[in-house]
């Protein structure tokens, strides 16, 4: 069984904002065999959902779990270039 649940976690804690999102679609292409064959993983299908690489599944951006690492530790984020 999963461990994936629907969010009711703190935003932050969101599969959106997690390292082991993969966040290319082309992670997807790679993970499914025959997927380019059926048109590819840029469909609307897809949507947002990535590839989470720590369990080998899909992930919506609103998924959450224990295993959630937060992409960026505190201090980690620059200010935007201007």
Do not use: K, N
Not at 29 to 43: F, K, P, W
Not at 69 to 75: P, T, V
Request: net charge negative.
């Amino acid at each position: 069984m999963s461990s994936l649940r629907p969010l009711s976690a703190a935003r932050s804690e969101r599969c959106r904002d997690c390292r082991h999102r993969d966040p290319g679609r082309a992670g997807i292409e790679r993970a499914v065999a025959g997927l380019a064959v059926l048109g590819s993983a840029y469909g609307s299908s897809v949507a947002d959902s990535r590839l989470c690489l720590r369990h080998d599944q899909f992930v919506s951006p609103d998924d959450a779990c224990p295993a959630f690492e937060a992409l960026y530790q505190e201090g980690e984020i620059d200010e935007p270039m201007r």
